[in-house]
């Protein structure tokens, strides 16, 4: 199954759909056109979709609602967690800009200080 995602004007992710292979061959070779057609026959011509992967195997990561494709990374990008945080352009991960503890303890971001807060488990 092939799963592909419907994107707003702003690149972000409204939807995700899964599509039967079948639809995206074109002589016998999987096409992603073949699938945009396909889910813009569904639901409008206006619509914009790009293909996503479950196994992330492009694109970096597996889109969900609200991500946005980044059309320079060709990838799927999850929402920004914190304003301090930095988008990797390797891994298009988010990351602190304080390395996360290599202690086993557990810890929470504190945007407010730019720093690791031990977590209370209770």
Partial sequence: MAHFAQI????????????????LLDNGVEQEAKGIEFCRSLYGADTNWVQTSYNARFRKHYAGIGYK???????FVAPQPFPSWILNVETCVWEAPVPYPQ????????????SWLGANPS
């Fill in 8 to 23: 707003d004007n702003n690149n972000t992710v409204q939807q995700v759909i899964v599509v039967s292979n079948d639809e």
């Fill in 103 to 114: 202690d086993g303890k557990p810890y929470i971001w504190d945007e407010a200080t730019q």
């Fill in 69 to 75: 494709y980044d059309i320079a990374l060709d990838a």
